[in-house]
């Protein structure tokens, strides 16, 4: 009898900056091991979505990937709208936080947290 392990690409990347932020978030916050960073879209925004990126326990419905040593958790359903993206970190004199990076994004708002398709 054999068994099949399915292996999923990981539909976005983070880079050197946002993968150094997001363990210092995790170790900050003290989180069990059955939390991991959630990454997904919600309906809001002033462009029509909103990216979700916190950290989370998985939920039904929910693909696993380990990204660059994180847990990450995604709804199968937003493999849609963020496959290809890149999540970096700023932190500069002009800007700090997350950046996403969306090539599905048919625009986005001026604070580069929401976006429409």
Known sequence: MSTTVETLTAPV??????????????????????????????GGGCSGMSYVLGFDQKKDGDQEFIIDGLVVFMHKAHGLYLAGMQIDFQNGLNARGFTFNNPNAASTCGCGTSFSV
């Open 13 to 42: 990347t983070f880079t050197e900056g946002a993968v150094k932020e997001l363990f210092k978030l995790r170790d900050q916050q003290e989180l069990t091991e059955d939390f991991g960073l959630r990454i997904g879209v919600e």
